[in-house]
């Protein structure tokens, strides 16, 4: 294949795969986030026999069943575009990634879409303890589904746990608990789960909100924003303290797109962070910034040292910081060290066999840099993983601040004369959505142009397909994700308007 060609096939990948993963993480969240509300909602109905809290928990219930619904439609879709589109990686990988994917097919996704059924039909029908299990192991499902779901996520970001066999030409498994406990692996699933359950406080707050502008169902209206806004301020903070620790994690894993992240090109000690700035191409970031900030978030020392963009890239010997060339040497020396064991074990020579071996597992970590002939193809888009990320964390301090004084207010009993709070709730859905995709282009466009860290790049993941196939998958996915999603809020949006099944409007 054509040098322009493969190019045109790893974009035009990269952009249906983009597609799908933030068409899915439209769903997701609202479904994670729901699953703990309303579980907290059915309990307080069981706690306190008023029938009060069983409309609202079955208001919101049918909300979640929508959103779940279609939410497993777009992420089947995703799943089989690692056979169909990136095939080189899924051989590659499979050995690992696959075990994950597995056990949240077979147990978390067994486990959800078992008792959901329960949970959404079994009013009346069984009794009222198992009901409300039913309705907690939902909830639990959903985010043993999202656990895995992440580990393989994250695995991709930091390989832990593998070896690379010659035999074979994959990766394989040599410690479960090192791939599932890596700090990536539990910084990446506490954070996003953690944002999941801020969107949806969100989304129940919002929708309350606007049944009190409306003047109808104030009180339901009230106590589901009582119930999500205590909830939602625990999120939020935790956001902000899992972000810390993922920070930090990112400092030590991927360099390059903590880098990408503050717009760094020139590293140093006691790096200040930039708090509002602009970024600039082949420049440092120029703003507003917090002295040392950076360098503590990743050294925890406010004098720390931290490589920019041109210290990875041309090394930095006085902090032992290879440049990216030699890691292309390096890398160079692992594929061709492979192809020559695999010459020799062919030929049944083990001593030359054994020596291949130990050259390629000397320089197997930088593996993946002999696919680049330019130093700057290893660098991720700046600007956009630049903007990505701070107008996330500007959106994340500002959370933590509304939800406060929602829930101060709730208390009081005066959120509910606030109109300009209450149309601002409306909005903070939109914006929780907004900072959610943000994340995730900063997490995956900030690591480019790996598909796994250091070892794959994205042009030696792809399937052998024609540019024009995925072209045309990508319009058609493009075209049925969002009609999913139009049929989705219109069927919200109806069953808002008609709001919940209450016996009295003082219910």
């Given at each position: 294949?054509s ?7 790893v974009?035009?990948?990269?952009a249906?795969f983009?597609?799908?993963?933030m068409?899915h993480?439209?769903f ?8 703990f509300i309303?579980?907290?909602m059915h309990t ?8 009060k ?10 909300l979640?069943a ?14 089989f575009?690692?056979?169909t589109n990136w095939?080189?990686?899924s051989?590659f ?12 097919g077979?147990f978390a996704?067994?486990?959800e879409?078992?008792?959901v ?5 079994g009013?009346?029908r069984?009794n009222?303890k198992?009901?409300?299990?039913s309705?907690w192991?939902?909830?639990?499902g959903t985010n043993?589904?999202a656990?895995w779901i992440?580990v393989a996520?994250a695995w991709?970001?930091?390989p ?11 990766n394989?498994?040599v ?24 969107l ?5 707050i919002?929708?309350?909100?606007w ?6 169902h ?6 589901s924003?009582?119930?999500?806004s ?5 999120a939020?903070?935790?956001?902000a303290v899992t ?7 990112v400092?030590k ?6 880098a990408a992240m503050?717009g760094l090109?020139?590293g140093?000690?006691n ?5 509002i700035?602009i ?6 970031a120029?703003?507003?910034k917090l002295p040392?900030?950076?360098?503590f978030?990743?050294?925890?020392d ?10 990875l890239?041309?090394g930095?010997p006085?902090h032992?910081?290879?440049?990216t ?12 060290a492979f192809k020559?064991y695999?010459?020799?074990f062919?030929?049944?020579?083990t001593?030359a ?7 390629l ?6 593996f993946g840099y002999?696919?680049?002939e330019d130093?700057?193809?290893t660098v ?9 990320f ?15 004084v929602?829930?101060f207010?709730?208390l009081?009993?005066?959120?509910a ?9 409306v ?9 959610s995709?943000?994340?995730w282009?900063?997490?995956?466009v900030?690591?480019?142009?790996w598909?796994?860290q250091?070892?794959l790049?994205?042009q030696?993941a792809?399937?052998g397909?024609?540019a ?6 990508f319009f058609?996915?493009a ?12 069927i919200?949006f109806?069953?808002?308007?008609k ?7 003082e219910a």
């Amino acid at each position: 294949m054509s040098e322009h060609l493969l190019t045109a096939l790893v974009d035009w990948s990269r952009a249906q795969f983009a597609l799908t993963a933030m068409y899915h993480w439209i769903f997701v969240p609202l479904t994670l986030g729901l699953s703990f509300i309303i579980a907290f909602m059915h309990t307080l109905y069981v706690r306190s026999g008023e029938e009060k809290w069983k409309e609202t928990t079955k208001f919101w219930m049918k909300l979640f069943a929508v959103n779940f619904a279609i939410g497993v439609a777009t992420g089947i879709i995703l799943e089989f575009e690692f056979g169909t589109n990136w095939s080189n990686y899924s051989w590659f990988v499979g050995d690992i990634f696959g075990a994950p994917l597995a056990i949240e097919g077979i147990f978390a996704f067994f486990m959800e879409s078992t008792f959901v059924a329960v949970m959404l039909f079994g009013w009346g029908r069984v009794n009222k303890k198992f009901h409300l299990w039913s309705t907690w192991l939902t909830a639990i499902g959903t985010n043993l589904s999202a656990i895995w779901i992440l580990v393989a996520n994250a695995w991709m970001q930091d390989p832990a746990g593998t070896v690379f066999n010659p035999e074979t030409a994959r990766n394989e498994m040599v410690s479960f608990a090192s791939v599932v406990l890596s700090e990536t692996a539990v910084n990446k699933f506490l954070h996003t789960i953690t944002q999941a359950y801020l969107l949806g406080s969100f989304f129940v707050i919002g929708v309350a909100s606007w049944y009190i502008l409306k003047n109808r169902h104030i009180l339901f209206a009230k106590r589901s924003i009582l119930v999500a806004s205590v909830f939602g301020l625990f999120a939020s903070i935790m956001v902000a303290v899992t972000g810390d620790g993922s920070a930090y994690n990112v400092a030590k894993k991927q360099p390059m797109k903590l880098a990408a992240m503050e717009g760094l090109y020139n590293g140093g000690e006691n790096v200040g962070l930039i708090a509002i700035g602009i970024a600039k191409k082949g420049d440092d970031a120029v703003g507003i910034k917090l002295p040392g900030i950076l360098s503590f978030f990743a050294t925890r020392d406010f004098n720390g040292y931290v490589p920019g963009i041109n210290d990875l890239l041309y090394g930095d010997p006085d902090h032992d910081i290879p440049s990216t060339q030699d890691r292309m040497f390096s890398g160079k020396i692992a594929v061709d060290a492979f192809k020559n064991y695999k010459i020799a074990f062919d030929a049944g020579d083990t001593v030359a066999a054994a020596e291949y071996k130990q050259l390629l597992e000397d320089n197997y970590h930088n593996f993946g840099y002999a696919y680049f002939e330019d130093v700057e193809e290893t660098v991720p888009p700046v600007a956009l993983t630049f903007y990505s990320f701070h107008l996330m964390v500007m959106l994340g301090g500002y959370f933590i601040f509304i939800f406060a004084v929602i829930l101060f207010l709730s208390l009081k009993d005066k959120f509910a004369n606030k109109k300009l709070l209450l149309k601002l709730s409306v909005l903070n859905i939109f914006l929780a959505y907004l900072a959610s995709q943000l994340g995730w282009i900063v997490a995956e466009v900030g690591r480019q142009p790996w598909t796994i860290q250091d070892i794959l790049p994205v042009q030696a993941a792809t399937s052998g397909l024609q540019a024009s196939s995925v072209q045309i998958t990508f319009f058609m996915f493009a075209a049925i994700f969002t009609a999913l999603l139009i049929a989705e809020l219109g069927i919200m949006f109806k069953m808002i308007k008609k709001g919940p099944n209450l016996n009295n409007e003082e219910a």
